[in-house]
T-cell receptor, first 116, second 113 residues
């Protein structure tokens, strides 16, 4: 498929465990974004990658959250010592970067994380 | 944090009627976008309106923007059952190719066949 894919679709873990969430962006998209969406809320920005580097990580809530994109394509969001409050749907989006202005973000279906 | 607040939080209408959703935001913007999210599915970009535009149309969608009031509205005309979804406004601010997008709290629309 040509869209953004995320794996796993669902992840259930226990408090204190480590989790990794994966995002495969649309081929050729240089920009990649992670968002977190709690029940009944809009998505909240976590981090933005341009190529391999995190250009804006101002949305990461604390140092338990970390994301990488080593080859400028697939990205992994890593959460250490998970807490119940981390339970949410984690969304990934990608876009191309044009010469001028904003480029549409294409979203994946999300990973629903449940921390017991 | 959420930039926008949407009104109403929930809306239920009959098929064929028009649906209007409003969004208010707090800071300057480069553009404002509207997204749709169906239950269990990802967000879909619907329409973007730039800060120097006042109105934009796309099919059955009409978006207005009033930067002096920091508000926008989304009108869906001749609604269909398939329009049932949550709708989010999102503001974008930044320079060059990167514009940070901040979402509102959403309006849940139900269209009754």
């Amino acid at each position: 498929g040509a869209g953004v894919s995320q794996t796993p679709s669902n992840k259930v873990t226990e408090k204190g465990k480590y989790v990794e969430l994966r995002c495969d962006p649309i081929s050729g998209h240089t920009a990649l974004y992670w968002y977190r969406q709690s029940l009944g809320q809009g998505p909240e920005f976590l981090i933005y990658f341009q190529g391999t580097g995190a250009a804006d990580d101002s949305g990461l809530p604390n140092d338990r959250f970390f994301a990488v994109r080593p080859e400028g394509s697939v990205s992994t969001l890593k959460i250490q010592r998970t807490e119940r409050g981390d339970s949410a749907v984690y969304l990934c989006a990608s876009s191309s970067i044009g010469v001028v202005g904003y480029n549409e973000q294409f979203f994946g279906p999300g990973t629903r994380l449940t921390v017991l | 944090s959420q930039q926008g607040e949407e009104d109403p939080q929930a809306l239920s209408i009959q098929e064929g009627e028009n649906a209007t959703m409003n969004c208010s935001y707090k800071t300057s913007i480069n553009n404002l976008q509207w997204y749709r999210q169906n239950s269990g599915r990802g967000l879909v970009h619907l329409i973007l309106i730039r800060s120097n535009e006042r109105e934009k149309h796309s099919g059955r969608l009409r978006v207005t923007l009033d930067t002096s009031k920091k508000s926008s509205s989304l009108l869906i005309t001749a609604s269909r059952a398939a329009d049932t979804a949550s709708y989010f406004c999102a503001t974008a601010l930044g320079a060059g190719g990167y514009q940070k997008v901040t979402f509102g709290t959403g309006t849940k629309l139900q269209v009754i066949p």
